[in-house]
């Protein structure tokens, strides 16, 4: 059996995100293997790390950083460092800093793996009951009202599921300019939460969904899901 981590491979390691327990058991070998973990916010993953009882280095990976680190990587990883790369929650690269890495990484011939795991986007989806045969997953969109309405305005009549994120600061605005231009009836469903004790999903029209979210907690983190324009549940 080959061992956990090999020297000079740089493995991208989903972490849960919420749910300890979704965390495989082939990426707590990973971390408990590698000689240094990249990590979004070296906070948050000391405190996954403590429960795990993993003891690694941990250095700081995210977007303001990236450029400059995703080079001192490579380097150590050519001097052949086994280095696992992580995010806050979630699959790393995916809204998430790391694609630079994982590029430099590429371009050199380094090893890259991807140790697969929880992903917001796609667990959300998977559980909306909206059509999954095909979709355009575009992360956060710029936090200006008139960029949100040429997105909505572009991608209106888009045949094809559309999956967003949006902070708890921003969503009642996003929602107001959601329907404003794709109209009160257009199907949606908003998560937060996901895999956590306090999971939700509403789902329904836009105008319904949005009367649903203001008797409902905003805490954490959304996941909005826009069907296409011919879908009703």
């Known amino acids: 059996m080959a061992t956990a981590a090999s020297a000079g491979h740089l493995y991208v390691v989903a972490t849960p995100i919420g749910n300890l327990g979704d ?44 450029k400059t680190q995703a080079l001192a990587l490579l380097k150590d990883l050519q001097a052949g460092k086994s280095i696992a790369l992580v995010s806050d929650a979630g699959t790393p690269t995916l809204s998430d800093p790391g694609f630079r890495v994982v590029r430099a990484c590429r371009n050199e011939d380094v090893p890259v793996v991807p140790i697969p795991g929880p992903c917001a986007f796609t667990t959300a989806l998977c559980a909306s009951g909206l059509p999954t045969n095909g979709f355009l997953f575009l992360g956060f969109l710029p936090p200006k009202a008139s960029a949100r309405k040429r997105f909505f305005e572009k991608y209106q009549d888009f045949e094809y599921t559309i999956v967003l994120y949006e902070s708890c600061h921003r969503i009642d605005k996003f929602l107001d300019d959601l329907l404003e231009t794709l109209g009160p009836d257009r199907t949606l469903c908003l998560a937060r939460e996901i895999t956590k004790r306090h999971e939700t999903f509403l789902v329904g029209t836009g105008q319904s969904v949005k009367d649903q979210l203001q008797k409902s907690s905003k805490k954490g983190e959304f996941v909005i899901i826009i069907a296409p324009k011919s879908f009703s549940l």
Do not use: F, G, M, W
Not at 36 to 56: G, M, Y
């Open 23 to 66: 965390l495989s058991e082939r990426a707590i070998k990973t971390l408990q293997a590698v000689d240094l973990i990249a990590c979004e916010d070296t906070r948050v993953t000391k405190k996954l790390l403590a429960k795990l009882e993993i003891s690694c280095p941990c250095i700081s990976y995210r977007e303001e950083n990236e």
